[in-house]
């Protein structure tokens, strides 16, 4: 199992450009989710996923949409990128609910590192 | 909103020390989960606590459900060098949300 993976590992982008973050788990987890984190904030959670073709709205969407097509991939779209975007991107996956034993463990892919000038 | 404020942002400490943090809300959580991420990794789940007052070990590491609800504490017996990273508390705000701490950031000095 490769679990979370998640490409490109590092990218930079001019402001206005758009382009997209790949996620995807072998794991067959029904619930998938986009989370960023900036210094002294922890992570945020910007969209997530609870089935294919099923997706709503985290803390802090604007400026980003998601589509799930598949059970195994979880994109995340940057439509028009502001330097505010600047940030470290984590996929992540699990298995159901939130709250509950053995389901809710998270697991994290390594991140995408983004930098809009 | 809901916050998780965690306490302390960071520390060094000795290795072979005793460490302690805690996670805080203002809001009752029924789930407390502790997370610790490696430098250039994703968060990894450490421990889960379900229940007010439930005392749950990994190894070295012990987390307790605070019996009001709206906080958890995590102790580091006998801190190693590769004990170094970020450690978030995080805990549900709905059926399919998480909400993630600021995160305590040790560093162990061998």
């Known amino acids: 199992n490769a679990g979370v993976t998640q490409t490109p590992k590092f990218q930079v982008l001019k402001t206005g450009q758009s382009m997209t973050l790949q996620c995807a788990q072998d794991m067959n987890h029904e619930y998938m989710s986009w989370y960023r984190q900036d210094p002294g904030m922890g992570l945020r959670l910007i969209h997530y996923?609870?089935?294919?073709?099923?997706?709503d709205q985290g803390e802090v969407p604007n400026g980003y949409n998601v589509s799930r097509s598949t059970t195994e991939d979880f994109p995340l779209r940057l439509l028009s990128a502001a330097p505010s975007q600047t940030s470290v991107y984590f996929c992540?996956?699990?298995?159901?609910?939130?709250?509950?034993?053995?389901?809710?463990?998270?697991?994290f892919g390594p991140g995408t590192r983004l930098t809009v000038l | 909103g809901q916050q998780l404020n965690q306490s302390p942002q960071s520390m060094f400490i000795q290795e072979g020390e005793d460490v302690s943090m805690n996670c805080t809300s203002s809001s009752i959580f029924n789930t407390w989960l502790w997370y610790k991420q490696e430098p250039g990794e994703g968060p990894v789940l450490l421990i889960a606590l379900y229940k007010a007052g439930e005392l749950t070990s990994n190894g070295r590491l012990t987390a307790q459900f605070g019996i009001t609800r709206k906080d958890s504490f995590l102790n580091i017996s006998a801190s190693i060098p590769s004990d170094v990273g970020i450690y978030f508390c995080a805990g549900p705000t709905g059926t399919y949300k998480y909400i993630f701490g600021t995160g305590t950031r040790l560093k162990v000095l061998a």
């Open positions: 992540a996956s699990s298995r159901g609910l939130a709250g509950g034993p053995s389901t809710d463990t998270q697991y």
């Open positions: 996923s609870v089935g294919a073709g099923i997706t």
